[in-house]
């Protein structure tokens, strides 16, 4: 995933008085990813057991930079608010959610899948957002 512009190891969102850390690499991501799938999945009863092999982790919707969402980032969002009532952030959700909707679209998924969203939360982060979102 590319580094925010200014490089720096962590930055500061004056705006909430946070500090956020630069994005793990994606081998660490895929990792937690898998590990909260395998819980997941044992906790709806899913009935098998999911390995490194179950995991997709497309890097190419990670851009432009990190926290910085692209147009189809944004559309995504709006396309996800609108039709599901499910609000994600920009910076982490948004980019899983315009995977999924991309992915879909392209026909990733056999028809007749089942695939299970989970959102991991991040929908107050909008709020740093708020001017991009304005109008909706």
């Not at 895929?30 to 009935?47: M, P, R, S, W, Y």
Request: proline letters at 9%; aromatic letters at 8%.
């Amino acid at each position: 995933m590319p580094a925010c512009s200014l490089d720096l190891p962590r930055t500061v969102d004056s705006a909430t008085s946070s500090v956020s850390m630069p994005p793990p690499p994606p081998v660490q991501t895929k990792v937690q990813v898998l590990n909260i799938a395998q819980h997941t999945a044992e906790f709806v009863d899913l009935g098998m057991e999911l390995d490194d092999d179950d995991m997709v982790l497309p890097e190419e919707y990670a851009y432009p930079c990190y926290g910085i969402p692209s147009e189809e980032t944004k559309d995504a969002i709006r396309q996800c608010t609108r039709l599901e009532s499910i609000i994600t952030d920009p910076v982490y959700e948004r980019k899983s959610m315009q995977a999924m909707i991309n992915l879909v679209q392209k026909g990733f998924f056999q028809e007749g899948s089942k695939v299970l969203y989970a959102h991991l939360g991040g929908a107050p982060a909008i709020n740093g957002y708020r001017y991009t979102f304005r109008n909706g």
